[in-house]
């Protein structure tokens, strides 16, 4: 993102009425031209990096895309505000006036793990692993509600999805800087004892593959579908 390293900088960051709150993976390219539109409407900001024009943009639909019933709702807010940045990105968001999450994607890496009566979220699998083997590999252009229930949306087109639950079965033995699910999987598809046909998203596996790659042993990745 942008700006330097300093407390003003740094996540989350909040609207206007410091109730919306998102932390953000990756360059919101056309970050300035947005920026300059809503400080035109009197939004005010405090940083420089382009993370904080996304609660300002929710904030943004929620007053101005108001529906018969009222204001705008604030998944659909977050829907609106994600689809006006272009580049590579990933947003979590959460907001006093709502008991969901959000996460939305489009190019940078999202993982959910699901757990007893609680949601991980995270950039790569193993930041979570250790709390829950239950995950959803969002998709580009997927957006997810944590709430009561898991909801998972198209971005494009607002539809509702139906979720992939993948199962990681795996013995978390050591932390190995540099190394982590993404990288091992690589490895192991390229491995001769690795019999598996086509491995996506670290989901699915046609066979098991037991591999003692130094950080999982065995490492097994299986895809369940609960809905």
């Known amino acids: 993102t942008h ?9 989350p960051h909040l609207d206007c009425t410091k109730t919306i709150a998102v932390v953000h993976n990756g360059i919101v390219e056309n970050f300035q031209e947005l920026k300059n539109n809503l400080i035109k409407k009197g939004h005010r900001f405090i940083s420089d990096t382009d993370t904080e024009i996304i609660p300002h943009l929710i904030e943004d639909f929620q007053k101005k895309e108001a529906m018969p019933a009222g204001r705008q709702g604030f998944a659909s807010s977050a ?19 709502s008991s969901e999450i959000i996460a939305a994607k489009n190019g940078s890496p999202l993982v959910v793990g ?24 969002l998709e580009d252009y997927q957006m ?6 898991v909801k998972l949306i198209n971005l494009q087109d607002g539809k509702e999805i ?49 591999i003692d790659c ?5 490492f097994e990745i299986t895809e369940t579908e609960l809905f």
Do not use: W
């Not at 700006?3 to 996540?11: C, R």
């Not at 829907?79 to 006036?97: E, Q």
């Open 79 to 97: 829907r609106d505000a994600f689809n006006k940045l272009k580049g590579l990105n990933a947003i979590v968001v959460a907001s006093v006036g």
């Open 144 to 149: 997810i509600i944590l709430g009561k229930r």
């Open 214 to 218: 130094g950080f999982f042993t065995p």
């Open 162 to 210: 139906k979720p992939k639950y993948s199962n990681l079965t795996c013995k978390f033995e050591e932390t190995e800087k540099g190394r982590n699910i993404t990288s091992i999987a690589m490895e192991a598809e390229e491995a001769e004892e690795m019999k598996c046909n086509q491995c996506v998203d670290y989901a699915t596996c046609e066979r098991e593959a037991a």
């Open 114 to 137: 699901i757990g007893k009566d609680e949601f991980y979220i995270a950039s790569d699998a193993t930041g979570i692993v250790k709390h829950t083997k239950k995950v959803i590999f």
């Open 3 to 11: 700006g330097g390293v300093t407390q003003e900088n740094s996540h």
